[in-house]
């Protein structure tokens, strides 16, 4: 068959554009090299929905960043998808910086971000009592909020597969043709998909992407360590603590997340697009850094750290998304590093309209349903809610998951719904199994043993997350 | 609602000798709490012996252990739930406890107990808690995660192995998957000396060859899928890694044997203070909590050496629970209460707290040091006055000891209590 369009590369803005186009009578396949959905830049970064005081006013980040975080409640909620909107401040800790903070204000105004105001030092640490004493002023943001990016994503390609999409994993594209009217795709291992437009949102490989299409972009992969730490400390802050930007970078924020934990991060710094290390270095800067904005970070409750890859585009500081100079049913999205999740809803709708632009007809799909269906999170639900479902499908009653209170049913249904999981960080990611404290060590032989029998392949089959990552290596003797 | 006189969290070795021993103390009416498949914890993946020679005389494999005690409930008929999740305790409004669970039969469900033995055990430090540098592929196990795939769901989890850390199940592993034709390349250690017990660096590591690096750590994990190598570094006398002093080491598997930590989220989350050092609940000699009516014994209190001890030690606190349940909800008669501090090289002590009964009974404090003393003196004391002095040839971190504190010495104690372990 040939589809109307495919999108390339499904992380957030790949999979908002999938979900977007679903609206619409139009044929729509996404395509991902990984294994699973979110798996490049969504995958890793600081989960924040940013006000949008920081990019240059008349910037296409400008008008996406405050477009989309004022989208993002409703779409949240449409999806089933936990978003908080806790506030955030700039925190600065000398009279420079007081003054950026002032800039950033005044940017925020000529942005249309609601909800923006300068305050005291004192005042910030009446609102969170966690801030340093050094903390001379902050710009508060009201209208800021946090979100689980890979949560979003799979939610929103779900939702669009729901509506007909479809979704080709493990396609890593090498060679795109075009005969005029419609495209080719080629992927490394000889399949083949054809469509008649192509949107690339390839993320940190859309320059290859984009090459493949004649258009020429820099892609640089930017490295940014985390930390995440135990529910526990979660409620140290209730707002994103970010510091004020300074020559020597853009400072380390202290947030919580929305499902509890704290996070503290990231490092900033140019690296190769395969490069997901974590290194002594950026985990020592994080916890130097993080520490001065709030005194009682307690780094004996990490859980975890892992790095994020941002793709920043070497041509241009702001967000790319232009049809393709050499091929009028292509669009580009190249560049989308922060605020691209923000903005990721309204990149969605302006992706669209860049196609409708360059000829595609958008034709309103009357059975569109936006809404995530059969996807209650059952830890959100009443203990009557629970009892009834539990007594319908009694793999509900059985916590796999201890950490997290995950249950076997909740881990059926992420290998069972669109986009399905097949891998333990599949399932991990959809349902927080192996997420908590014990970061899978009782878990995972359990999540193995459901997806082997789940997808009927042995236990060895069973990979962390695709190809190579087999967990074991057969029987014992 | 559900009622019963005692509930016990946990169907481990502490959870089922506890349940025992209230039993014979005369309550007939217990509910043990089980999450996994079945009573034993984690003793049904311990397939090594080793267990019971202080408690049996002979020396039996952890799931025969653990049917020694499953009998031993069976015959009571002490009733038991598997498959069941405790999700909270809270307090009832009749000073009472409520448990709430979640099972595939009853959903959720309540139950009010006149009395609580936490018994939930520990988990192991997990790669993340120990933030180790690197890639993040697959094949990097804390050493229960593989040992449970190798014992009960009979799979090789790794074939080329470094281990990090030589605590006990560490050690355990490397023998175990030796023995299933594994290429165990070493066990590393950051500490000088290793945490694990004597018997298992001898058993374990020396009968196989396997080097054992003191003052080594993993400094790097690498491997975009599944583990190709670590970098093992040594590590300087503040534990840090000198990095002129690494070599990559080629392999599938990391396994981590780097501590365990009591299971206590529950206990926090019903209000219970908890003791920074051992991660467990601050408790009295009867291992009663801060909250009345509220027991700890097991992992879940502080990490034990053998299961022996903490068969002994849930005894104490199921018999505990019977006698405050028996006596309407009372304790016995306290004349004071004192606390019991640390000095030296001493690291924690279990009780933290000594309530000094009208008839007070001998009282064992168990203790752990925080480094190898050889020819140590042991010595308790009470202000100015010494209880009790003892040399013990060597004391190390990897095994637990304690001190007996007689009904006399009790009698002159009027004020804090202060155990020590000096060179």
Do not use: W
Not at chain 1, 92 to 103: I, P
Request: charged share 25%.
């Amino acid at each position: 068959m040939i589809y109307d369009v495919a999108i390339i590369g499904a992380g957030v803005v790949g999979g908002l554009t999938a979900r977007q186009l679903s609206r619409y009578k139009l044929s729509v396949c996404l395509i991902e090299a990984g294994c699973d959905v979110a798996l490049g830049a969504t995958k890793a970064n600081s989960a924040i929905v940013h006000g949008g005081y920081d990019p240059v006013p008349g910037t296409l980040k400008a008008e996406l960043n405050v477009k989309g975080t004022a989208m993002m409640e409703k779409l949240c909620e449409e999806l089933e998808v936990h978003y908080k909107n806790n506030g955030s401040m700039v925190v600065a800790f000398d009279e420079e910086q007081l003054e950026h903070v002032k800039k950033l204000y005044q940017r925020g105004i000529a942005n249309g971000v609601p909800g923006l105001s300068v305050i005291s030092g004192d005042r910030a640490r009446e609102i969170e009592p966690a801030l340093s004493k050094n903390i001379a002023g902050a710009l508060l943001c009201e209208s800021s909020g946090i979100v689980c990016p890979y949560d979003l994503t799979i939610a929103a390609v779900g939702n669009a597969m729901d509506n007909g999409a479809d979704l080709a994993l493990g396609f890593k594209v090498v060679d795109i043709k075009d005969n005029g009217e419609n495209y080719e795709i080629c992927s490394d291992d000889g399949a083949k998909i054809q469509a008649r437009y192509v949107v690339n949102s390839a993320g940190l490989y859309s320059d290859e992407v984009a090459r493949m299409l004649g258009d020429e972009y820099h892609i640089t992969a930017k490295k940014g360590e985390y930390m995440l730490l135990d529910k526990s400390e979660g409620g140290l802050v209730k707002k994103t603590i970010f510091q004020t930007p300074t020559k020597a970078g853009k400072g380390i924020l202290v947030s919580p997340t929305v499902d509890g934990n704290l996070l503290v991060g990231p490092t900033s710094e140019k690296t190769d697009k395969g490069d997901k290390a974590t290194t002594p270095g950026g985990l020592d800067t994080i916890k130097e850094k993080a520490s001065m904005s709030a005194d009682n970070i307690n780094y004996r409750a990490v859980i975890t750290s892992f790095t994020g890859l941002r793709a920043s585009c070497d041509e241009s500081d702001d967000f790319i998304l232009e049809i393709s100079k050499h091929s009028k049913r292509a669009i580009n999205a190249v560049g989308i590093d922060s605020p691209g999740l923000s903005s990721s809803p309204a990149i969605a709708e302006y992706i669209a309209q860049l196609l409708s632009d360059a000829g595609l007809k958008l034709e309103e799909n009357a059975d569109f349903c936006g809404r995530r269906v059969n996807c209650k999170h059952f830890r959100t639900l009443s203990e009557a809610e629970k009892n009834e479902m539990i007594k319908k499908e009694p793999s509900y009653g059985r916590v796999i998951c201890r950490c997290e209170t995950v249950t076997e049913g909740e881990i059926l249904e992420a290998i069972r719904q669109n986009p399905k999981a097949t891998t333990i960080d599949g399932v991990k990611r959809r349902t927080r199994a192996g997420m908590g404290r014990c970061q899978g060590g009782f878990c995972m032989p359990f999540v193995t043993d459901i997806i082997a029998k789940e997808l009927k392949i042995a236990r060895c089959q069973v990979t962390k997350t695709g190809g190579k990552s087999r967990l074991l290596f057969g029987k014992t003797k | 609602m559900r009622t019963c006189d005692i509930a016990v969290i946990g169907g481990g070795p502490a959870g089922m000798a506890a349940a025992v021993a209230a039993h014979d103390a005369g309550i007939k009416d217990i509910l043990i709490i089980e999450r996994d498949e079945g009573l034993g914890g984690i003793l049904r993946q311990c397939i090594h012996n080793g267990f019971g020679l202080h408690r049996f005389g002979e020396e039996l494999t952890g799931p025969e252990y653990a049917d020694r005690y499953k009998k031993m409930v069976i015959e009571r008929e002490i009733p038991y739930v598997v498959k069941t999740m405790v999700l909270d305790i809270t307090k009832s409004d009749g000073g009472d406890h409520i448990v709430t669970a979640m099972n595939s039969e009853s959903g959720v469900f309540h139950i009010n107990a006149k009395a609580v033995v936490l018994a939930m055990g520990c988990r192991e430090r997990s790669r993340g808690q120990l933030n180790i540098p690197g890639d993040r592929p697959a094949g990097v196990y804390s050493a229960g995660t593989a040992q449970r795939f190798m014992n009960i769901n009979g799979e090789m989890p790794g074939k080329n192995v470094v281990i990090l850390g030589s605590g006990d199940i560490g050690l355990i592993m490397a023998r175990r998957m030796t023995l299933e034709g594994a290429n165990v390349k070493m066990v590393c250690e950051l500490m000088p000396y290793s945490g694990g017990l004597n018997r298992n660096i001898v058993q374990c590591l020396h009968d196989f060859n396997i080097p054992l690096k003191l003052s080594h750590t993993v400094s790097k994990i690498h491997g975009k899928e599944r583990v190709e190598g670590v970098t093992v570094s040594e590590v300087d006398e503040h534990l840090r890694v000198i990095p002129e002093k690494s070599e990559y080491v080629e392999c599938d598997t990391l396994l981590l044997s780097c501590g365990l930590l009591p299971e206590n989220e529950l206990t926090k989350s019903a209000g219970i203070p908890l003791d920074r050092i051992t991660g467990g609940a601050v408790v009295n000699q009867n291992r009663r909590t801060e909250d009345k009516g509220v027991y700890s014994c097991g992992n879940v209190l502080h990490v034990h050496d053998l299961v022996d001890y903490v068969s002994e030690e849930a005894e104490l606190a199921g018999r505990s629970a019977a006698e405050y349940v028996l006596a309407g909800k009372k304790e016995p008669e306290c004349i004071k209460t004192v606390n019991v501090h640390n000095a030296g090289a001493v690291r924690y002590t279990v009780p933290q707290v000594v309530d000094i009964y009208k008839e007070p009974k001998d009282i064992k404090i168990y203790f752990r040091v925080g480094a190898v003393l050889n020819n140590a003196t042991i010595t308790v004391k009470c202000g100015e006055k010494t209880l009790l002095s003892k040399k013990k040839r060597k004391v190390a971190p990897g095994e637990m000891e304690f001190v007996l504190l007689t009904e006399k010495m009790l009698g002159e104690v009027d004020s804090d209590i202060i155990v020590s372990a000096e060179n």
